[in-house]
C-alpha cells in the first residue's frame, strides 16, 4: 500500500483518534476546526488508505487476570536452506504458524542480533508462564534457547504512534 501525504490537520485528527477512538465526528470535528462533513471525508480516506488499521478497546490485563508480563527471547534452530530462499517448511515459517495460535502471546517481532524472535506474553502467574514454557514453547522442535524476562512495574506503555 502506497504511503500517503498527511498534513497537520490529519496528524491532529490521528492524535485524537489515538487517545479516544470512541469520539463522534462532531467531537472530532469541533477539536480541529472543520465542518463534520470534511471530517469524515478525511478519516474515510485515512482508514481507506489503511493508516487507520482498526478500532479497539484496550484492556487492563490485569483486571482480566493477566497479572504477569514477560518477554521471551526465542533463537531457533539453525538449518541451512541451500536455496537461499526460506522455503514453506522453514523453521522459521513453522514457528511463525504456531506462534499464530499462542493466545497467551500477543506480540511476536522477528529480531536482529542473538535471538531470532521476541514475544510479549500475557498470563496469569509464574505457574501459568511455567505450563506456557514447558508444555508449549519449549516442545516447539525449532526452538533452540530462550531467554524470559518479567515487567516489574510499568514506566510507559501506549498504544499511540508518534505524529511527526
Avoid at 43 to 57: D, P
Wanted: include cysteine; proline fraction near 5%; glycine fraction near 4%.
Amino acid at each position: 500500500m502506497a504511503k500517503i501525504s498527511l498534513d497537520k490537520t490529519d496528524r491532529r485528527i490521528l492524535a485524537i483518534l489515538q487517545q479516544d477512538g470512541r469520539l463522534s465526528n462532531q467531537d472530532i470535528a469541533d477539536k480541529v476546526s472543520l465542518s463534520p462533513s470534511p471530517c469524515l471525508r478525511r478519516i474515510k480516506r485515512l482508514e481507506e488508505a489503511g493508516v487507520i488499521k482498526q478500532y479497539v478497546a484496550l484492556l487492563d490485563p490485569a483486571q482480566i487476570g493477566l497479572g504477569l508480563l514477560a518477554y521471551v527471547n526465542v533463537r531457533l534452530e539453525k538449518h541451512h536452506d541451500p536455496s537461499g530462499r526460506g522455503n514453506a517448511s522453514s523453521p522459521h515459517t513453522a514457528f511463525a504458524e504456531a506462534v499464530a495460535d499462542w493466545p497467551e502471546v500477543v506480540a511476536c517481532y522477528a529480531m536482529t542480533g542473538e535471538m531470532d524472535y521476541l514475544l510479549r506474553v500475557h498470563v496469569e502467574d509464574m505457574d501459568h508462564f511455567s505450563r506456557f514454557m514447558m508444555k508449549t514453547l519449549l516442545t516447539h522442535p525449532a526452538v533452540a534457547d530462550v531467554k524470559s524476562s518479567f515487567a516489574l512495574t510499568r514506566i510507559k506503555d501506549t498504544t499511540a504512534l508518534p505524529l511527526v
